[in-house]
C-alpha cells in the first residue's frame, strides 16, 4: 500500500482525497453534478478511465448509504424506465470504451462540463408554470445516456436531470430516484470494469485509502443539504465544474 502512495506526490494525494470527498458528498445529497467536480479533479492527474476506476468502489460502498437517507423518496415507475435504458447504455460504453483515446475521453469530459453548466443555467432562467411528464421512449433515452457516461466517467446526471426535473419533483424524490439508479448501475460496473482490466490491485488499494474520507463527505454533504442555499451553492459547483472542464479540454490538445 505504501509503495502506492510513493508514486503520487503529496499534492496529487490532497487532489485525490478532496476529490473521494466530493464524490461522498454528492451521495449525501448534494445534487447539481457535484459529483462530476470529484471525477474531473482525479482526471487532472491520472489517464480519465484510471479515475473512473480509482472513483468506482467509493460509489460502490457510499451508494447503499445514499439509498438508505433518501429511500422513501423514489419515483419508482420512472426509476424503473431509467434503469432499463441505463444497463443498455452501459452495455455500449463497454464495447465502445477501448476505441475512446484518453485525450477524446478529455474531450468528452469537458464537454459533458459545459453542457451540465448550460443546462442549470437554462433551468434557472426558464420558468416551468406546471409539470412536464415525458413518455417512456424519452426515460430510456434519457437512462442510455445516463449509463454510457456512467460507465465512462460516472457522471450520468445531466440526462436524468433533463428527464426527471420537468415533472415539477420534489427535492426529495429526485435525490432518492437518483439514489437508486445509480446505486444499481455502479454496483453493475464492477464485473465489465474487472473484465476490461481497468481495475488492479495496486489501484484498488489506492482507493481504499480513501474511502473513510469518502464516508465523511457522505455525511458532510448530508449536512449542507440540510442547511446551505441551494442558489449559492449551486453557483460555486457550476463555475468550478466549468474552470475545471476548460482544463480538461486545453490539456487534450
Not at 55 to 77: C, N
Not at 116 to 144: C, M, N, Q, Y
Not at 177 to 187: D, G, K, L, M, R
Not at 197 to 209: E, R
Request: proline residues 5%; hydrophobic residues 55%.
Amino acid at each position: 500500500m505504501f509503495e502506492v502512495i510513493s508514486d503520487y506526490s503529496t499534492n496529487q494525494l490532497v487532489i485525490l482525497g478532496i476529490a473521494s470527498l466530493i464524490m461522498g458528498m454528492s451521495r449525501g445529497g448534494i445534487g447539481g453534478g457535484f459529483g462530476l467536480v470529484g471525477v474531473l479533479l482525479a482526471a487532472q492527474i491520472m489517464p480519465p478511465l484510471t479515475a473512473a476506476a480509482f472513483l468506482l468502489p467509493i460509489l460502490v460502498v457510499t451508494d447503499p448509504f445514499a439509498y438508505w437517507l433518501y429511500r422513501k423518496s423514489v419515483l419508482w415507475h420512472s426509476m424503473k424506465l431509467l434503469l432499463f435504458g441505463g444497463v443498455v447504455g452501459m452495455v455500449i460504453g463497454a464495447i465502445t470504451i477501448r476505441l475512446i483515446t484518453p485525450d477524446a475521453l478529455k474531450i468528452f469530459i469537458g464537454i459533458l462540463a459545459f453542457i451540465l453548466v448550460a443546462d442549470g443555467l437554462l433551468r434557472h432562467f426558464r420558468k416551468i408554470t406546471e409539470p412536464r411528464i415525458l413518455g417512456p421512449f424519452w426515460g430510456l433515452l434519457a437512462g442510455s445516456l445516463a449509463g454510457y457516461s456512467s460507465f465512462l466517467i460516472h457522471s450520468g446526471l445531466p440526462p436524468i436531470a433533463a428527464y426527471l426535473l420537468p415533472q415539477n419533483i420534489t427535492r426529495q424524490a429526485f435525490l432518492g430516484t437518483v439514489a437508486v439508479f445509480f446505486s444499481i448501475c455502479n454496483f453493475l460496473k464492477i464485473i465489465p470494469y474487472w473484465y476490461l482490466g481497468i481495475f488492479n490491485f495496486d489501484l484498488i488499494g489506492l482507493t481504499s485509502i480513501f474511502i473513510p474520507v469518502s464516508f465523511a463527505g457522505l455525511f458532510l454533504g448530508r449536512i449542507i443539504n440540510n442547511y446551505l442555499s441551494d442558489k449559492i451553492f449551486f453557483i460555486i459547483v457550476y463555475i468550478t465544474i466549468f474552470a475545471l472542464g476548460v482544463r480538461l479540454i486545453w490539456t487534450a490538445f
